[in-house]
């Protein structure tokens, strides 16, 4: 494979990012192959990305013809073979290190020699996850922002063994998505989470300290600071659990007090008061608009 040839991409995990990450690849007319890893309808994420395309066709974003390539572009499927054809694989299946390696394992004794994996994390080391695979050199993070097809921003971090060929060919599969791409070594959190991951935290430790309640937090950060979702409302978005486990791991590798997870994230975490996948988190989703959740209203 050439450096600027990605004719095929294989994405594993058809979770909210695999699906987002799907369709932006078959919208640029990339064949792209998404494996579902999951129980679980694999024809439930077609219609899903099949709608997203219909909308933009509505709103005069996508014509009738580009609607048509983006789909016969895509192939859904739980055929973890399938992936063998790709010359990239972008893995977007639990952060979790053990199930991420196996996952890569798989993907070695099926890959042409000349593919690149890739990993969507931002949070897990991309060499830890390398050096398992037997194309380290060949590897390489590429982290696509939620909702994929809207955020602009992919992070590209290169480890010490990754070739700098493997570097331009991600940058340039990544402008031809329509995606502006920043290039930066394997650090934890990369930029993007290493500045946002402590905001987030410190707001819920204003929250906790008394100085202001969820709603008032949330919008001085909107009609203050400019920020178009307050620091409560955006971390349910991204979903407790996942901030969650990115504090941890930032705290992990940095030892910051400041990175450790706030108590009331834990609980809601271990409650099941994930933020909007949930319905409840720091908000209330059964309430339109959405409400400060009540039972964590001071007296």
């Known amino acids: 494979m050439s450096q600027d040839t990605i004719r095929t991409v294989g994405i594993l995990g058809a979770g909210q990012m695999g699906l987002g990450m799907a369709q932006v690849t078959a919208r640029a007319g990339i064949k792209t192959i998404l494996v579902k890893m999951t129980p679980g309808s694999v024809d439930n994420a077609r219609k899903k990305i099949e709608g997203a395309f219909a909308k933009e066709v509505e709103k005069g974003k996508?014509?009738?013809?580009?609607?048509?390539?983006?789909?016969?572009?895509?192939v859904t499927t739980t055929d973890f073979d399938q992936l063998g054809a790709c010359d990239l694989v972008i893995e977007s299946i639990l952060e979790d290190l053990p199930t991420k390696h196996e996952a890569f394992r798989r993907l070695d004794g099926i890959a042409g020699a000349n593919a690149i994996f890739a990993s969507n994390t931002s949070t897990l080391g991309i060499t830890e996850m390398a050096?398992?695979?037997?194309?380290?050199?060949?590897?390489?993070?590429?982290?696509?922002?939620?909702?994929?097809?809207?955020?602009?921003?992919?992070?590209?971090?290169?480890?010490?063994?990754?070739?700098?060929?493997?570097?331009?060919?991600?940058?340039?599969?990544?402008?031809?998505?329509?995606?502006?791409?920043?290039?930066?070594?394997?650090?934890?959190?990369?930029?993007?989470?290493?500045?946002?991951v402590p905001y987030l935290l410190d707001a819920i430790r204003v929250y906790e300290q008394g100085t202001a309640s969820i709603a008032d937090i949330d919008a001085a950060m909107c009609n203050g600071a400019g920020h178009p979702m307050g620091p409560f409302a955006l971390a349910d978005f991204i979903g407790l659990d996942v901030v969650f486990h990115m504090a941890s791991n930032l705290f992990d590798e940095y030892r910051e007090p400041r990175l450790a997870p706030p108590p009331i994230l834990r609980r809601l975490m271990l409650a099941g008061q994930l933020g909007r996948k949930s319905g409840l988190g720091f908000f209330d989703y059964s309430e339109k608009p959405p409400r400060p959740n009540a039972a964590l209203q001071r007296g």
């Open 62 to 74: 996508l014509t009738a013809e580009a609607q048509k390539a983006a789909t016969d572009a895509l």
């Open 131 to 196: 050096v398992k695979t037997k194309r380290p050199e060949r590897f390489i993070g590429l982290h696509f922002f939620n909702p994929a097809p809207a955020m602009k921003l992919v992070e590209i971090a290169s480890t010490v063994v990754t070739k700098p060929e493997v570097v331009e060919t991600a940058k340039r599969f990544v402008v031809a998505l329509g995606k502006a791409p920043v290039v930066l070594p394997d650090t934890t959190g990369f930029v993007v989470n290493r500045l946002l």
